[in-house]
């Protein structure tokens, strides 16, 4: 088994949003693919660039942003899923509020909602509950 590494705060953070903006590019990338070019709806869209943006964010984040492979993947993996759901649901959710509740084109309302569920649900429990 290998020896737990605790990162400090502010390296796991800087890491953690190199991760994210990887792993939103990949969820953006998706997102505007999906919907302009195979004209799929939008929130399914979302849902779609989300769990693929998920699963880049939780290799980069085992790997590098929280170096936490002294635990075995698979119930470090069905906490990310759990996190992972929870931020799909807001993601989705957000993107709907304020695209048909505000009326902010979908792309903005993507942009939005990404960073307040990264920054308000996304990090703290990653840090603190998936990979710790």
Known sequence: MAVEVRVPFW??????QIASFAATAVDF???????????IYYVIST?????LGAITNFLLNRFWSFEATHVSWGPQAFRY???SG?????????????????????GLSK?????LV????NFPL??????K
């Not at 849902?47 to 769990?51: L, M, S, T």
């Open 118 to 121: 990264g920054l308000l649900f």
């Open 81 to 83: 899923a759990l996190v």
């Open 47 to 51: 849902g779609i660039g989300a769990f």
């Open 126 to 131: 990653h840090r603190r509950y998936v990979f």
């Open 86 to 106: 929870g931020s799909l649901g807001l993601n989705m959710l957000g993107v709907y509020a304020f695209t048909d509740g505000l009326g902010l084109k979908y």
């Open 111 to 115: 942009v939005i909602t990404s960073l």
């Open 11 to 16: 390296r796991s953070f800087g890491r953690a």
């Open 29 to 39: 990338g998706t997102l505007f693919f999906a919907t302009e070019i195979l004209g």
